[in-house]
């Protein structure tokens, strides 16, 4: 695997709601999901993925990893609005949800996961075995 195929992102085919006059059907009963914006950048120990979820808590999100797939899900927070809304245009019953497929060169058992401000950052380290080290020359 190229190294930039270390992490690859799986796109997720997202069921879309039909909308009509502005107004979100009811007639579909499919979940529906967000794919979140990420940023995946990479230093000589590790790689960093950059997730979007705005309106996510740490009781609202979901980050598992099975094998080699990492998946990260997250649910908005319920709106506690008082009054009647007059215009509703964010849907809260909307989640994020993307997957990646990792290579076995990263250190699965040390991976780490931080949420602040709606940025998930997971961290991903990659195996001793394929760090860069200095190689000692002697005499």
């Known amino acids: 695997m190229e190294k930039n195929e270390i992490i ?3 796109m997720e085919r997202s069921d879309s709601a ?7 059907s009811r007639m579909q009963t499919r979940r529906r999901w967000l794919v979140p914006a990420v940023n995946i950048y990479e230093t000589p120990t590790e ?3 950059e997730a979007e979820m705005p309106g996510v ?5 979901e980050v598992l990893l099975e094998g080699h797939e990492l ?3 997250g649910r908005r927070c319920p709106e506690t609005g008082e009054g009647r809304y007059l215009v509703r245009e964010r849907d809260i019953g909307l989640e994020y949800r993307r997957r990646f497929e990792l290579d076995p060169a ?3 058992s040390k991976v780490s996961a931080r949420l602040e401000q709606g940025l ?3 961290v991903l ?4 075995a394929f760090q860069p080290r200095r190689i000692p020359v002697t005499d």
Do not use: C, H, M, S
Request: charged share 30%.
């Open 125 to 128: 380290p990659k195996a001793e």
């Open 120 to 122: 998930l950052t997971l």
């Open 8 to 10: 690859q992102p799986q």
């Open 57 to 61: 808590n740490r009781e609202g999100l």
């Open 47 to 49: 790689f960093v993925i």
């Open 18 to 24: 039909r909308v009509q006059e502005g107004r979100v």
């Open 106 to 108: 990263l250190d699965p």
């Open 71 to 73: 998946t990260i899900r």
